[in-house]
């Protein structure tokens, strides 16, 4: 585990030195900060043009929706190989050199890319819940930090296991699938509903399907002391393992049926 973990790190500083060596860029550390604090301007927008729903201010809605922003953005960031899988291994028959190596294929697939520019997501994500902290007068106990850094982790681990899935599937389609967006991008766009005015089916949907609930609102709910049982604060490390677990298993199933695209 040791020796793996040495060799990711490796893979990471090889790819974050070759990235450095364009003059540029830092170019796109500016452009996804500019998307990342633009991409909740309109909710912003809409609260001061309608004022609050209910109890919820903009503040609690930054604040769940930045622990979702920021466990994709950790994810995205440490495990970049399998969201450029499909395309880039798989197709392309690079896979097979994979294959040969005395390494684990999880390790080398997820340090395969690296992009320092997604580690601005994750930063920021942290620095919007601080803001939101703050602006609900909570403060920050070792035991709140505890739950935040509790739910970091578990989002991180469910959005590896997204990207893990969408490997696996990868083996029988051959190539990626659209769809698997909804699970990325476009599921912590739903963190901007408050819990409580969420339909049901989509509520059950991202608690029991996609534990998005359990990365983002409960862990918020607890630390903020919201009318919630403050134990769902406490099941994002799990709920996110237990995906991760999940999307590994078929991953395993996709590998062993594996047949060498060719070049």
Not at 38 to 65: C, K, M, Q
Not at 100 to 128: D, K, N
Not at 134 to 148: A, D, F, K, Q, Y
């Amino acid at each position: 585990m040791i020796a793996e973990g040495k060799i990711y790190f490796k893979y990471l500083r090889m790819h974050l030195l070759s990235g450095m060596e364009y003059k540029g860029w830092w170019l796109m550390l500016i452009q996804v900060l500019t998307v990342v604090v633009s991409d909740p301007i309109a909710t912003v927008l809409l609260f001061s043009r309608f004022g609050n729903i209910g109890e919820w201010t903009v503040a609690h809605i930054i604040l769940v929706y930045s622990l979702a922003v920021a466990s994709f953005g950790l994810a995205e960031s440490l495990c970049r190989g399998f969201d450029y899988f499909p395309w880039h291994l798989l197709r392309s028959g690079d896979f097979d050199r994979l294959l040969l190596r005395p390494r684990s294929l999880f390790v080398q697939v997820a340090a395969s890319r690296f992009h320092l520019h997604r580690l601005v997501r994750p930063v920021t994500g942290i620095c919007a819940a601080g803001w939101a902290l703050g602006e609900l007068g909570v403060s920050l106990t070792p035991g709140r930090l505890g739950i935040l850094a509790l739910a970091l982790t578990g989002g991180c681990l469910m959005y590896c296991g997204v990207f893990v899935l969408t490997s696996g599937l990868a083996f029988f389609t051959i190539k990626g699938l659209d769809w698997i967006y909804l699970l990325t991008n476009a599921s912590y766009q739903i963190t901007r509903c408050p819990e409580p005015y969420m339909p049901r089916a989509l509520k059950s949907v991202f608690s029991f399907v996609l534990p998005m609930l359990f990365i983002s609102f409960y862990p918020a709910a607890t630390v903020c002391g919201w009318d919630y049982p403050k134990w769902l604060g406490f099941l994002s490390l799990p709920a996110g393992a237990a995906f991760l677990g999940l999307s590994l298993l078929i991953w395993r199933i996709g590998v062993r049926h594996y047949k060498s695209t060719g070049s």
